[in-house]
């Protein structure tokens, strides 16, 4: 089936600093999201992508919808300590309609010791 | 307003027992979603209802499995004869189904088989 392959699996950020992660799939998507899990709790979303080529900003959040529709990009800047969780691109299926998200494993934001 | 709930937040059951797990989507929400998260991964896809279609059981992992949307509302997802590799957390999702992809996920529910 389709997959997402996100990168980093992990990183360490100090306060400050500007994080940037990834996603590509081997086929198209339509609509891309990322979403941000704290432990214990469900992803919430953070950002919806639905044109290639778009650029949406978010606070200190923004997102890249890539222009062939197989890649996106996550970028943080000026991370704060409350940044830290896991967070989670999905795609959705070209040609679907309201169905469901193929998701990336993630990408664990953890402070610098 | 109020969220995504699912109960319970946490289910220990012993291998080969049945378990329901539950989910209540967003008031007004008509596409419900249950989705699979095992430890250090990524959110796998169960079983996706929107309206009074016909359910699309396309990830649900075995007939072990199975979902019923009562009313077009709350959600039941059972795992008959539970095993040791169902545990997981289980998410639910929902959301408006008029043309918006943005999905909103519940708390979950850990499920541990003993």
């Known amino acids: 089936g389709q997959q997402l392959n996100q990168s980093p699996q992990s990183m360490f950020i100090q306060e400050g600093e500007d994080v940037s992660m990834n996603c590509t799939s081997s086929?198209?998507?339509?609509?891309w999201l990322w979403y941000k899990q704290d432990p214990g709790e469900g992803p919430v979303l953070l950002i919806a992508?639905?044109?290639?080529?778009e650029l949406t900003s978010n606070g200190r959040l923004t997102a890249q919808f890539g222009i062939t529709r197989k890649d996106s990009f996550l970028n943080i800047s000026a991370s704060i300590p409350s940044d830290v969780g896991i967070y989670f691109c999905?795609?959705?299926?070209?040609?679907?309609?309201?169905?469901?998200?193929?998701f990336g494993k993630g990408t664990k934001l953890s402070v610098k010791p | 307003g109020a969220g995504v709930s699912q109960s319970p937040s946490n289910k220990v059951t012993e291998k080969g027992k049945d378990v329901e797990l539950r989910c209540d989507p967003i008031?007004?929400?008509?596409?419900l979603y249950w989705y699979r998260q095992s430890l250090g991964q990524g959110l796998e896809f169960l079983i996706y209802?929107?309206?009074?279609?016909?359910?699309?059981k396309s990830g649900l992992p075995s007939d072990r499995f199975s979902a019923e949307r009562t009313g077009g509302s709350v959600s039941t997802l059972t795992i008959q004869r539970t095993q040791q590799e169902d545990s997981a957390v289980y998410l639910c999702?929902?959301?408006?189904?008029?043309?918006?992809?943005?999905?909103?996920f519940g708390p979950g529910t850990r499920l541990t088989v003993l």
């Open positions: 999702a929902s959301s408006t189904g008029q043309g918006a992809f943005e999905q909103f």
């Open positions: 086929s198209i998507f339509n609509t």
């Open positions: 992508l639905y044109k290639a080529g």
């Open positions: 999905a795609g959705q299926n070209y040609g679907g309609s309201q169905g469901n998200l193929i």
């Open positions: 008031s007004g929400h008509t596409a």
């Open positions: 209802f929107q309206g009074n279609s016909a359910p699309d």
